[in-house]
């Protein structure tokens, strides 16, 4: 988690909350936009329990829009 909050601004990422979760376990999470791409991320470190290994869970969105014909959603032809 230290490295995305170093490196993710780095790359375009705006960093919009850095928390920890409301759920009981507590585990850290971020939520990261990148608006020239149009994406936003939820990284959520979850730690070691009973039940599982410590694991990170990732969630990528992306916004819906239409991309002209012949065009690439980059604007590359």
Request: proline content about 6%; glycine content about 4%.
């Amino acid at each position: 988690m230290a490295n995305l909050r170093e490196k993710l601004p780095k790359n375009g990422w705006k960093i919009i909350a850095d928390r920890e979760a409301e759920s009981e376990d507590r585990d850290p999470v971020i939520h990261a936009e990148h608006e020239e791409m149009r994406y936003a991320l939820d990284v959520v470190w979850e730690r070691e329990t009973a039940e599982h290994d410590p694991q990170i869970s990732v969630t990528l969105l992306s916004a819906c829009f239409e991309t002209p014909e012949g065009e690439s959603p980059q604007g590359e032809f």
